[in-house]
C-alpha cells in the first residue's frame, strides 16, 4: 500500500511536469486529485485496515494529497502568468499591421560605369588590378619618362604629401592611375593585359567639368609584336561595348609623355549621330580618353628589351564616361549625395 502511494506520488509529479497549458492541467487533476482519482480511492480504502496500519498508511496518503494540492496551485498560477503576458504581449502587437520595408540600397553611379567599363575588357582577357593612391614622384611621375623640373608636369596640378623623413614633393596622391602601367610591368612579365580602374587626385579648381578627386581607369598591354592597330582594335571594341555597336571611332594625335605616338580618342556622338548638338558641343565627336603605345623609355625604365616588346596603354574618366553615356552636364552631382540624382542609376 505505501509502495502503491509512492508510485502514484512520482507518476503524478512527473505528469505535472508535462502539464504547460490550463486545459492539460485540469485533465492532471482529475486523474490524480478527482473523486474517482487512484489516490481517493485508495484513501476510502483505508477503512479496512486495521488501526495502526491505518495511521500510517493514513498519514502518508494525505501527505501525498497535500503535496499533489500544493504542486497543482503552483503549476496553476505559473500557467496563468504565461497565459496573460501572452495575451498583453498580443495586445501591443497589431499583426494586421503592414511590415515596414527595408531601405535597399543600390551602387553608386561611377561604381556601375567602372563596373561596366572593366567588364567591357574582362571580355577581352584583361585582368583588373588596383595601386596606392599615395604614390611616390618615381611612379607617378619619373618612370613615366616626365623628369623633374619637365614643363609637361604642369599638366598635372598636384596634392603633395607630407611624410616623416621623406623630402617634401616626393610622395603625392596619385594624379592619374598611369604609375600602375609602371608598378604592373615591374611584378610581372609580358604577355600582359591588365585594367586599373581607381580614384585619383587633382588640385583643381572645381567647376561642371573638374573635380580634384575624381576616377580614372587604365589600360595596358605589352606584348611581342603589338601594333597601333591593336590599340585602334581593342579601343573600338571597348567604345562598341559601351556607347553601342554602330558607334564610329577617331583618333587623333595627342601628347602624352609616356607614349609615342600618343592619341586622344573620340566616338562619334551618341546623341545625334555626328549631326551636331548640345552633348558632342555641335562638333559631332565625343572626346572619350588618351591612348597610345607605350614609350620606348617607359619599357627600359623597368628593363623591358624595347626591341623585343611593344606596347599600348589608355586611361579615361570613369566621370566623363558616365556623364556622357546618360547625358549628365556636371560632373559635382556625382559626389554632392543627393539621392534624387543618385537614385536615377538603377
Ligand atoms: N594618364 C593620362 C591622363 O591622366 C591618360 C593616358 C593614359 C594617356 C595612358 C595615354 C595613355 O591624362
Given at each position: 500500500m505505501i509502495e502503491q502511494l509512492e508510485?502514484?506520488?512520482?507518476?503524478?509529479?512527473?505528469?505535472?511536469?508535462?502539464?504547460?497549458?490550463?486545459?492539460?492541467?485540469e485533465d492532471w487533476r482529475v486523474t490524480?486529485?478527482?473523486?474517482?482519482?487512484?489516490?481517493?480511492?485508495?484513501?476510502?480504502?483505508?477503512?479496512?485496515?486495521?488501526?495502526?496500519?491505518?495511521?500510517?498508511?493514513?498519514?502518508?496518503?494525505?501527505?501525498?494529497?497535500r503535496l499533489l494540492e500544493a504542486e497543482f496551485v503552483a503549476r496553476q498560477s505559473q500557467i496563468d502568468r504565461?497565459?496573460?503576458?501572452?495575451?498583453?504581449?498580443?495586445?501591443?502587437?497589431?499583426?494586421?499591421?503592414?511590415?515596414?520595408?527595408?531601405p535597399v540600397g543600390q551602387v553608386h553611379p561611377i561604381t556601375k560605369v567602372v563596373g561596366e567599363i572593366v567588364e567591357a575588357f574582362h571580355g577581352l582577357g584583361y585582368d583588373i588590378v588596383e595601386?596606392?593612391?599615395?604614390?611616390?614622384?618615381?611612379?607617378?611621375?619619373?618612370l613615366l619618362n616626365i623628369p623633374a623640373e619637365h614643363p609637361a608636369r604642369d599638366r598635372w596640378d598636384t596634392f603633395y604629401v607630407k611624410t616623416d623623413g621623406v623630402p617634401i614633393g616626393q610622395h603625392l596622391l596619385r594624379t592619374h592611375t598611369?604609375?600602375?602601367?609602371?608598378?604592373?610591368?615591374?611584378?610581372?612579365?609580358p604577355p600582359i593585359r591588365v585594367v586599373v580602374p581607381g580614384r585619383c587626385y587633382r588640385y583643381e579648381a572645381t567647376d561642371a567639368t573638374h573635380e580634384s578627386e575624381f576616377?580614372?581607369?587604365?589600360?595596358?598591354?605589352?606584348?611581342?609584336?603589338?601594333?597601333?592597330?591593336?590599340?585602334?582594335?581593342?579601343?573600338?571594341?571597348?567604345?562598341?561595348?559601351?556607347?553601342?555597336?554602330?558607334?564610329?571611332?577617331?583618333?587623333?594625335?595627342?601628347?602624352?609623355?609616356?607614349v609615342e605616338p600618343g592619341a586622344e580618342m573620340a566616338i562619334d556622338c551618341?546623341?545625334?549621330?555626328?549631326?551636331?548638338?548640345?552633348?558632342?558641343?555641335?562638333?559631332?565627336?565625343?572626346?572619350?580618353?588618351?591612348?597610345?603605345?607605350?614609350?620606348?623609355?617607359?619599357?627600359?625604365?623597368?628593363?623591358y628589351d624595347s626591341s623585343t616588346y611593344t606596347g599600348f596603354a589608355f586611361g579615361m574618366g570613369a566621370e566623363r564616361i558616365a556623364m556622357l553615356?546618360?547625358?549628365?552636364?556636371?560632373?559635382?552631382?556625382?559626389?554632392?549625395?543627393?539621392?534624387?540624382?543618385?537614385?536615377?542609376?538603377?
Open positions: 508510485e502514484l506520488r512520482s507518476k503524478a509529479l512527473a505528469d505535472l511536469g508535462q502539464v504547460d497549458d490550463a486545459k492539460r492541467l490524480y486529485l478527482g473523486k474517482r482519482s487512484a489516490l481517493n480511492q485508495a484513501l476510502r480504502g483505508l477503512a479496512t485496515l486495521d488501526a495502526s496500519d491505518r495511521r500510517v498508511v493514513g498519514q502518508i496518503g494525505n501527505d501525498v494529497k504565461k497565459t496573460r503576458e501572452f495575451e498583453l504581449v498580443r495586445e501591443r502587437l497589431d499583426v494586421t499591421l503592414p511590415g515596414r520595408p527595408l595601386g596606392p593612391e599615395v604614390e611616390t614622384d618615381k611612379y607617378n611621375f619619373a598611369s604609375p600602375m602601367q609602371v608598378r604592373v610591368m615591374e611584378r610581372s612579365r576616377t580614372q581607369i587604365e589600360g595596358l598591354a605589352v606584348d611581342e609584336h603589338l601594333t597601333f592597330a591593336d590599340l585602334k582594335g581593342t579601343l573600338t571594341a571597348f567604345a562598341h561595348a559601351v556607347f553601342g555597336a554602330e558607334r564610329r571611332t577617331r583618333f587623333r594625335v595627342d601628347f602624352f609623355p609616356f551618341h546623341v545625334c549621330h555626328g549631326a551636331g548638338c548640345r552633348l558632342c558641343k555641335h562638333t559631332g565627336w565625343l572626346e572619350i580618353m588618351g591612348a597610345g603605345m607605350v614609350h620606348p623609355r617607359v619599357l627600359e625604365g623597368v628593363g553615356k546618360y547625358g549628365i552636364d556636371d560632373i559635382r552631382t556625382f559626389y554632392a549625395n543627393d539621392l534624387r540624382f543618385l537614385r536615377q542609376f538603377r
